[in-house]
C-alpha cells in the first residue's frame, strides 16, 4: 500500500497510508485510480491517495453487513462505549498531526483545527457515554398483553461528509450510528481526505473490530452516487449543499427507500436591535460570518441592524472586519485561511460580482488577498435589496450583507424571508425581545447575544431546505435507531 510523508510545520514528518480504510486495513481502489489532494495555501499539490469507485462501495458495504451481522451486533453496549471513549482519548493525544492535517489540505487557521479536534474528542466521548442508555418501554394496554418496546440500530450506515469541517463532520457522523450499534462506511469529501486517513489509525489502535468504521475517498458523482443508492446501505447521512441533498434523497427513493438525515445549506440572519451591546454584537457578528472563512452552513451572512445604530455599527463592524488576520494557516495568529479549492475560489469572487453588477456597495474586501493561494478579503456589501443574489444564494464564504430595520415585526420578517432555515441570531439586552424573536424566527438553531454556539450536547440540524433530522446531543440517537414493537398475550403457553 502506498503511503505518503506529510510533513507541517507543527508537527513535523507523519508517515500515513493513502489507500482506502477497508476492515480495518489499507487497500487499493479496485481500478487503481488515484486523485491529486491540492494545498490551498499555495495550490501545491500535497499528495494522491486512491480513489473508490462503485466496485469499492461494493466491497466496503459488504465488510460493513459482515461486521453488523457478525461480532459487532453480539457487541455490549458498553463496551461499544468503552471504544468510543478510547477513540476520544486517542484524538486528544494525537491533535497536533490531526488538526496539522485539517490545516494542510483545508486551509484551516491551525487554532481553528485544534479547536475542531478537541469539539471531535467531546463528541465521540459523549456518544460513548449514550451507548448503554439507549432504552425501550414497557407499554401497558390491557390486562392479557405485555408489551415493550426496543430501539434496535438500523445496520449498515452510509455516510458523506463535506470539506469544510472534515474531522469534526467525521466525528459528529460516527459517535452516535457507532453508539446506536450500526457499521458505517464513509465518503470523505475528495478536497479535504486527510485527517480522515489519520483518524482511521486511530480507530485501529482504539481495538474497533474489522468492518465497523470503513472510510473511502472519492468522487461525490461517483462513489458518493454509489453509496447513496446501494441496495444493501440501510441509511444514508449527508452534510452538504441543499442541490446535492435533493439527489441523496432521490437516489435513497429510488433504491430500497433507504432512510436519509440531511443537513444542508444556510442563508442565516443576524439580528441587531438599537439596545444591544454594540461591541459585543460587533464581535460576534465578525465571528458568525468570518469563522471558518465563511465556509460555514449555518454563517450569518444576512446581517440585518436597526436603524438606530445603523450608521454606527457599520462602520465599526468595517474596522473590525479588517483586523481579521487573513493568511498562511499555520500561523497561530491567523484567524483566516484560503478558501478550500479554485473552484469555491472562483464561485465566491462571481458572487461577489454579481453584488457589485446588482448596484450593492462594497464597504470593506470584495479583492483576492495575494497571488497565490485562494485568499479572499473579508467583505461587506451595503445597499442591498432582498432580491439580489448575494441576499438570498448560500456563498459560503467571506462575504455578508448588511441592513437596516425599524420594527421588530420587520426583522422577524425579513428574518424569514429566506428557503433556508438552518441558524440564526438576535442581539439584544430586552429578554422579551430575545424570546419572542427567537421563538417566532424560522430556524433550528437560534442564537443570542453570541454566535456558532455549537456544543455536543445541543440539537443542531434546519427547517425548510435546510434539511432533515438533527445533528448532535440525544436527538442524534434517532437518526441512527429504529424502534421495534412487542406485543405479547398472556395466556397457559407461555406462563403456564
Not at 461486521?67 to 459487532?72: I, K, L, Q, V, Y
Amino acid at each position: 500500500m502506498t503511503s505518503v510523508t506529510l510533513k507541517t510545520p507543527h508537527s513535523g514528518e507523519y508517515e500515513q497510508p493513502t489507500g482506502l480504510f477497508i476492515n480495518n486495513e489499507w487497500v487499493k481502489g479496485v481500478d487503481g485510480k488515484t486523485f491529486e489532494v491540492i494545498n490551498p495555501s499555495d495550490e501545491s499539490v500535497i499528495c494522491s491517495v486512491h480513489e473508490a469507485t462503485e466496485k469499492d462501495v461494493d466491497i466496503a458495504v459488504a465488510a460493513a453487513r459482515k461486521a453488523f451481522e457478525g461480532p459487532w451486533r453480539k457487541e455490549t453496549p458498553e463496551n461499544r462505549g468503552k471504544l468510543l471513549v478510547k477513540l476520544a482519548d486517542l484524538f486528544e493525544k494525537n491533535i497536533d498531526i490531526l488538526a496539522a492535517a485539517e490545516s494542510l489540505d483545508n486551509g484551516k487557521a491551525i487554532t481553528m483545527a485544534k479547536g475542531d479536534v478537541g469539539a471531535c474528542a467531546g463528541t465521540l466521548r459523549y456518544y460513548g457515554g449514550w451507548s448503554d442508555k439507549i432504552e425501550g418501554k414497557v407499554i401497558e394496554t390491557t390486562h392479557d398483553t405485555f408489551n415493550y418496546t426496543r430501539k434496535e440500530p438500523i445496520g449498515v450506515c452510509g455516510q458523506i461528509i463535506p470539506w469544510n469541517f472534515p474531522l469534526l463532520m467525521w466525528a459528529w457522523k460516527i459517535g452516535p450510528a457507532v453508539a446506536c450499534g450500526n457499521t458505517v462506511v464513509m465518503k470523505t469529501a475528495e478536497q479535504t481526505p486527510l485527517s480522515a486517513l489519520i483518524a482511521c489509525n486511530l480507530v485501529k489502535e482504539a481495538g474497533f473490530p474489522p468492518g465497523v468504521i470503513n472510510v473511502i475517498s472519492g468522487f461525490g458523482k461517483v462513489a458518493g452516487a454509489a453509496l447513496s443508492a446501494h441496495m444493501d446501505v440501510d441509511k444514508i447521512a449527508f452534510t452538504g449543499s441543499t442541490v446535492v441533498g435533493r439527489q441523496v434523497m432521490k437516489a435513497a427513493a429510488g433504491s430500497n427507500l433507504k432512510k436519509v438525515t440531511l443537513e444542508l445549506g444556510g442563508k442565516s440572519p443576524n439580528i441587531v436591535f438599537d439596545d444591544a451591546d454594540i461591541d459585543n454584537a460587533i464581535s460576534w457578528v465578525n465571528f458568525g460570518i468570518y469563522f471558518n472563512h465563511g465556509q460555514c452552513c449555518c454563517a450569518g451572512s444576512r446581517v440585518y441592524v436597526q436603524e438606530g445604530i445603523y450608521d454606527k455599527f457599520i462602520q465599526r463592524f468595517k474596522e473590525r472586519a479588517a483586523k481579521n488576520a487573513v493568511g498562511d494557516p499555520f500561523d497561530e495568529t491567523t484567524f483566516q485561511g484560503p478558501q478550500v479549492s479554485q473552484v469555491q475560489f472562483d464561485r465566491i469572487m462571481s458572487y461577489i460580482e454579481a453584488g457589485k453588477q446588482a448596484g450593492a456597495t462594497i464597504e470593506t474586501g470584495g479583492k483576492r488577498k495575494g497571488d497565490k493561494g485562494f485568499f479572499i478579503e473579508p467583505t461587506i456589501f451595503s445597499n442591498v435589496t432582498e432580491d439580489m443574489k448575494i441576499v438570498q444564494e448560500e456563498i459560503f464564504g467571506p462575504v455578508c450583507s448588511i441592513s437596516k430595520f425599524k420594527t421588530k415585526e420587520e426583522a422577524i420578517a425579513v428574518g424569514n424571508n429566506t428557503t433556508y432555515g438552518l441558524a440564526a441570531a438576535v442581539h439584544t439586552t430586552n429578554l422579551n425581545t430575545a424570546i419572542e424573536v427567537s421563538n417566532a424566527l424560522r430556524a433550528g438553531t437560534v442564537w443570542v447575544n453570541t454566535y456558532n454556539a455549537l456544543h455536543h450536547q445541543l440539537p443542531f440540524g434546519g427547517y425548510k431546505e435546510s434539511g432533515i433530522g438533527r445533528e448532535l446531543g440525544e436527538a442524534a440517537l434517532d437518526n441512527y435507531t429504529q424502534t421495534k414493537t412487542v406485543s405479547i398475550r398472556l395466556g397457559d403457553a407461555l406462563f403456564g
